[in-house]
């Protein structure tokens, strides 16, 4: 994961020394490396190496070797010898040098007092992936030298890996079957690779959208297939990409449940970490309503979502229906006061409870899309008298111009009123 350099106790390096080197860890297979050689005070440089594999081999390794002017040299397959040809450090591309490991493209070097900074340009064969250490080391005139110092870490995947794209992160309405993203593989030029093997699956954003219960392996997600007439059977499938076009569509079929989500994609054969895109599941046209002198709020920290910040979500127009609807009430029965406001929506609307238990069902179902609302009709403050109560229900169709209204028991004592606008 990385390398740590651990000085001695009194903070003043032996010399000669690999002052430092970059990167540190890489992950690119085209790779600009830096070292910054120290000798020991009038003492003359006599050879510098970068050694990069998985330990302190020569063999099937990518080997460089600094003897010292202009010319920088590249070992051979085994280690044994040098290959031949040298690069140039003059930072002009000219042949490039290379084995089986790596190839060298370009490189300076540039000197100041004590100091060596050498920059070599190399680019890294795909087939040589895996974890891999970079080491380094120099000698000078006093005979000393630094030894094999690690100084940096790279890690070079398989030859393809999976990405998932889109232009900006989508927002879907609940159970629609929409486009998501594209998933392709790419090699390690950037190319599109066709007829690469790709693992696509989604998750949920734990308590996304206020639900903060069922976040386990249980809680609903979306499915995903390669055509937009499905099959959704899975939110994890395996595909081949498009043979042509290296890109596959990825189709979702969103859950009734509005929250965050995320898609990932990897390439079967890659360890590579797996791209990803988020998208959302959800109503965009709803909006906060906050307490005011005509009701209070209730209900969010009693239904596993927070607070009643989160509860409490309309459409614009269902808000100003419930509004006009309210201010008629309170004029014909001036001593109520205030009203009650339960569930509204939540955030980005969709399924309130998501453990789909009783309370979850017709009409609570409604509250999924921002234009439903439950006045309290009994147990606590505010709520309307059952005498009242059909009143109410009344004018949520004649001021409000609801498109449904019911007082509704829940339990054996638990009334309230549910008006839909």
Same mark, same amino acid.
């Given at each position: 994961?990385?390398?740590?350099?651990v000085?001695?106790p009194?903070n003043?390096?032996?010399?000669p020394i690999?002052?430092?080197?970059?990167?540190r860890?890489g992950?690119?297979p085209d790779q600009?490396?830096?070292?910054?050689f120290?000798k020991s005070p009038?003492a003359t440089?006599?050879?510098g190496?970068?050694l990069?594999?998985?330990?302190?081999?020569?063999a099937?390794?990518?080997?460089?070797?600094?003897?010292?002017?202009?010319?920088?040299?590249?070992?051979?397959?085994?280690?044994s010898?040098?290959q031949p040809g040298s690069?140039?450090?003059t930072?002009?591309i000219t042949?490039?040098?290379g084995?089986?490991q790596?190839?060298?493209?370009s490189?300076t070097v540039a000197?100041?007092?004590n100091?060596?900074?050498?920059t070599?340009?190399v680019?890294?064969?795909?087939?040589?992936?895996g974890?891999?250490?970079?080491y380094?080391g120099?000698?000078d005139?006093?005979g000393?030298?630094?030894?094999w110092?690690p100084v940096?870490v790279?890690?070079?995947?398989?030859?393809?890996?999976?990405?998932a794209a889109?232009?900006?992160?989508?927002f &879907?309405?609940?159970s629609? %079957? $929409?486009?998501? =993203? #594209? @998933?392709?593989c790419r090699n390690f030029?950037g190319?599109l690779l066709?007829?690469?093997?790709?693992?696509?699956f989604?998750?949920?954003?734990t308590n996304?959208n206020?639900h903060?219960?069922?976040?386990?392996?249980?809680?609903?997600?979306?499915?995903l297939s390669?055509q937009?007439?499905?099959?959704?059977n899975s939110?994890?499938?395996?595909?081949?990409?498009?043979?042509?076009?290296?890109?596959?569509?990825i189709?979702?079929?969103?859950?009734d449940t509005g929250?965050q989500?995320i898609?990932l994609?990897c390439?079967?054969?890659?360890?590579l970490p797996?791209?990803?895109?988020?998208y959302?599941?959800?109503?965009?046209?709803l909006?906060?309503?906050?307490?005011r002198?005509?009701?209070i709020l209730?209900g969010g920290n009693?239904?596993?979502?927070?607070?009643d910040? &989160?509860n409490?979500?309309? %459409? $614009?127009?269902? =808000? #100003? @229906?419930?509004?006009?609807?309210t201010d008629q009430y309170?004029?014909?029965?001036?001593?109520?006061?205030?009203?009650?406001?339960?569930?509204?929506?939540?955030?980005?609307g969709?399924?309130?409870d998501i453990?789909?238990?009783?309370r979850?069902?017709?009409?609570?179902?409604?509250?999924?899309?921002g234009?439903s609302v439950?006045?309290r009709g009994s147990?606590?403050?505010s709520?309307i008298?059952?005498?009242y109560?059909?009143?109410?229900?009344?004018l949520c169709f004649?001021v409000g111009g609801?498109?449904?209204?019911?007082v509704e028991?829940?339990?054996?004592?638990?009334?309230?009123?549910h008006?839909?606008?």
């Amino acid at each position: 994961m990385g390398v740590w350099r651990v000085w001695n106790p009194s903070n003043v390096p032996a010399l000669p020394i690999v002052r430092a080197f970059s990167p540190r860890i890489g992950v690119s297979p085209d790779q600009t490396l830096v070292a910054r050689f120290e000798k020991s005070p009038g003492a003359t440089y006599t050879g510098g190496w970068i050694l990069v594999n998985s330990a302190v081999n020569g063999a099937n390794a990518c080997y460089l070797a600094y003897p010292g002017g202009t010319e920088l040299y590249l070992l051979n397959d085994t280690g044994s010898a040098l290959q031949p040809g040298s690069i140039t450090l003059t930072g002009s591309i000219t042949s490039p040098l290379g084995n089986s490991q790596c190839t060298v493209i370009s490189g300076t070097v540039a000197t100041s007092s004590n100091e060596i900074v050498l920059t070599v340009n190399v680019s890294f064969a795909s087939t040589f992936n895996g974890n891999k250490f970079v080491y380094s080391g120099m000698t000078d005139s006093t005979g000393n030298n630094t030894g094999w110092q690690p100084v940096g870490v790279m890690y070079f995947p398989s030859s393809a890996f999976g990405a998932a794209a889109t232009t900006s992160d989508p927002f &879907f309405a609940p159970s629609t %079957t $929409s486009f998501l =993203a #594209y @998933a392709f593989c790419r090699n390690f030029a950037g190319n599109l690779l066709p007829a690469c093997p790709v693992d696509v699956f989604t998750l949920p954003y734990t308590n996304s959208n206020a639900h903060f219960h069922t976040d386990g392996p249980t809680r609903p997600r979306s499915r995903l297939s390669t055509q937009s007439g499905g099959p959704f059977n899975s939110s994890v499938i395996s595909l081949t990409t498009d043979a042509l076009s290296g890109q596959t569509p990825i189709y979702a079929q969103t859950t009734d449940t509005g929250q965050q989500e995320i898609v990932l994609a990897c390439a079967t054969a890659s360890p590579l970490p797996c791209a990803s895109l988020n998208y959302w599941v959800g109503y965009q046209d709803l909006y906060y309503v906050a307490a005011r002198s005509q009701w209070i709020l209730i209900g969010g920290n009693r239904t596993g979502h927070g607070n009643d910040d &989160f509860n409490h979500y309309m %459409t $614009s127009n269902a =808000a #100003y @229906a419930l509004l006009a609807t309210t201010d008629q009430y309170l004029a014909a029965h001036p001593e109520q006061g205030t009203i009650a406001v339960n569930d509204m929506s939540l955030p980005f609307g969709g399924r309130f409870d998501i453990e789909a238990g009783n309370r979850w069902r017709n009409p609570h179902i409604r509250h999924m899309t921002g234009r439903s609302v439950d006045i309290r009709g009994s147990l606590g403050a505010s709520m309307i008298p059952f005498q009242y109560q059909q009143e109410f229900k009344a004018l949520c169709f004649t001021v409000g111009g609801a498109t449904y209204a019911e007082v509704e028991l829940i339990g054996s004592s638990a009334q309230h009123i549910h008006c839909d606008f």
